[in-house]
């Protein structure tokens, strides 16, 4: 049975296979790539200056070529290994 939790760091609502018990963090998908790949939150804040779980979607609209890249701007893509 599937249970409704909300991303503890994004706040988007997912379901996980367990019941959340509240005293551990809960992570949609976006998030826990994230983590794994090893890059903090706050980095990419500080760096990108944007919210870490929007980057799927813009990188996601990049490939569809529903939003041009701007010139001279580097989206992050973080299927790629960190140098």
């Known amino acids: 049975q599937m249970h ?10 997912i379901e996980v ?9 809960v992570f949609c998908t976006t998030v826990k790539r994230i983590m794994t790949l090893g890059y ?3 980095e990419i804040q500080q ?6 779980c929007q ?3 813009i990188n996601q609209d990049l490939r569809r070529g529903l939003i ?5 701007v580097e989206i992050p893509d973080f299927e790629r290994t960190r140098s």
């Open 4 to 13: 409704p939790a909300a991303c503890a760091m994004c706040g988007d609502m």
């Open 17 to 25: 296979p367990f019941l959340p018990r509240g005293d551990r963090p």
């Open 40 to 42: 903090q939150m706050d």
């Open 47 to 52: 760096r990108w200056g944007i919210h870490p």
């Open 55 to 57: 980057v799927e979607g």
């Open 68 to 72: 041009p890249p701007k010139p001279g």
